[in-house]
């Protein structure tokens, strides 16, 4: 599609953040830099918890990787969710996340992160660590979904002091980790905090889950090519 039939279905679609997402696209690559990044922004403003808006974020701020840092538990999904065709999964997540059993709402937030939905894997964390308030995976959750390219300090004023309430729980220092390595092109310095991180989520917790992924993160930091 044309940039002018763009401009004119941005003008009838003005909260469509698809359609704006493609308009900056169209204006990049014609050389408009400025009009690129207004749309982008609309798009991100547009509809915030679609996977445009949070495309149009990955253009918006290209000195962070693409996406955003997803939640990731120590437990695994209910038995025989694996069976069923994608669509069936999500709403069975969505049905078990409906009674008051913190990882169940933890599972639907997670997949509704990986499907873009920010804000709504947002709040289904916030009402895990409701349920759960004393439990560190469920504030993890809720700490890793505020991290927000425009302003990454909500989701670290909250995982910082999980470091002291709960000095032992790999959860807390995998996520502080892996959220430390994302400012890698921004503060270059919080890698080494990164990777200390993450040597601690496997020395708290060397049997966990976390233990192995931490593992392979520090492994590929340590074969990645020095610049």
Request: charged letters at 25%.
């Given at each position: 599609?044309?940039?002018?039939?763009?401009?004119?279905?941005?003008?009838?679609?003005?909260?469509?953040?698809?359609?704006?997402?493609?308009?900056?696209?169209?204006?990049?690559?014609?050389?408009?830099?400025?009009?690129?990044?207004?749309?982008?922004?609309?798009?991100?403003?547009?509809?915030?918890?679609?996977?445009?808006?949070?495309?149009?974020?990955?253009?918006?701020?290209?000195?962070?990787?693409?996406?955003?840092?997803?939640?990731?538990?120590?437990?695994?999904?209910?038995?025989?969710?694996?069976?069923?065709?994608?669509?069936?999964?999500?709403?069975?997540?969505?049905?078990?996340?409906?009674?008051?059993?913190?990882?169940?709402?933890?599972?639907?937030?997670?997949?509704?992160?990986?499907?873009?939905?920010?804000?709504?894997?947002?709040?289904?964390?916030?009402?895990?660590?409701?349920?759960?308030?004393?439990?560190?995976?469920?504030?993890?959750?809720?700490?890793?979904?505020?991290?927000?390219?425009?302003?990454?300090?909500?989701?670290?004023?909250?995982?910082?002091?999980?470091?002291?309430?709960?000095?032992k729980a790999p959860?807390?220092?995998?996520?502080?980790?892996?959220?430390?390595?994302?400012?890698?092109?921004?503060?270059p310095g919080s890698?080494?905090?990164?990777?200390?991180?993450?040597?601690?989520?496997?020395?708290?917790?060397?049997?966990?889950?976390?233990?192995?992924?931490?593992?392979?993160?520090?492994?590929?930091?340590?074969?990645?090519?020095?610049k």
């Open positions: 599609m044309s940039l002018a039939k763009l401009e004119r279905l941005a003008l009838e679609r003005r909260r469509d953040s698809l359609v704006l997402l493609h308009l900056g696209f169209a204006n990049f690559w014609a050389g408009h830099s400025a009009e690129a990044t207004t749309a982008w922004r609309e798009a991100a403003e547009a509809q915030p918890d679609s996977a445009s808006a949070q495309r149009a974020d990955d253009w918006l701020y290209p000195n962070f990787p693409p996406g955003q840092p997803f939640f990731v538990p120590t437990f695994g999904p209910p038995a025989g969710l694996a069976d069923l065709a994608p669509p069936a999964q999500l709403a069975a997540l969505a049905q078990a996340a409906r009674g008051r059993d913190a990882h169940a709402k933890l599972l639907y937030g997670l997949a509704l992160q990986r499907l873009g939905h920010r804000l709504s894997a947002r709040r289904q964390y916030d009402a895990a660590a409701r349920l759960a308030p004393r439990d560190p995976e469920a504030l993890v959750a809720a700490a890793v979904a505020r991290f927000d390219k425009r302003s990454p300090s909500g989701a670290f004023s909250r995982l910082g002091p999980l470091t002291r309430r709960f000095p959860t807390v220092r995998f996520h502080l980790g892996v959220l430390l390595l994302w400012l890698a092109r921004t503060q890698v080494e905090e990164g990777k200390r991180q993450l040597r601690l989520a496997q020395a708290e917790g060397p049997d966990s889950p976390l233990a192995m992924q931490a593992k392979r993160l520090l492994a590929r930091l340590a074969n990645a090519p020095k």
